[in-house]
């Protein structure tokens, strides 16, 4: 594992990411942790749960916490795909980006909603809120 990433499975559009993410890591140098597992306090004590279900929080083999547009960033190069996200880098694009993620990350609920016509909790647990 390079890679931890801690994500809000309830999250249709935050799902389907990290199931993308996950068929495209051959050589399984990525991890996921789903925030809303009833043992997650348990097994990721150092990590506030409400917290990163606001902002996507990664972990590093060398135990570095990432956020946001940092953690998506090295998911994908991490998974041979440094293409898909390149530019979440440029010097100008970037506080942009970090920007909309933000506002994103706040509201991916109802975006989420509007992009796969699935809701939160459509699979009849919901953890994390």
Known sequence: MKLRIFYDSQ?????????????????????????????????????????ANQILQGETDKGEILQGLDVTYLAWSLVGKKHYVAPLHWPMVRPVADFLYLKFAKHRHKVSYLLTGKKRCDSGRCGIS
């Open 11 to 51: 999250c249709p559009l935050c799902a389907a990411e990290m199931a993308k993410l996950s068929r495209c890591d051959k050589a399984g140098v990525i991890e996921l942790a789903d925030l809303a597992d009833v043992n997650f306090a348990e097994q990721y004590p150092h990590i506030d749960a409400q917290y």
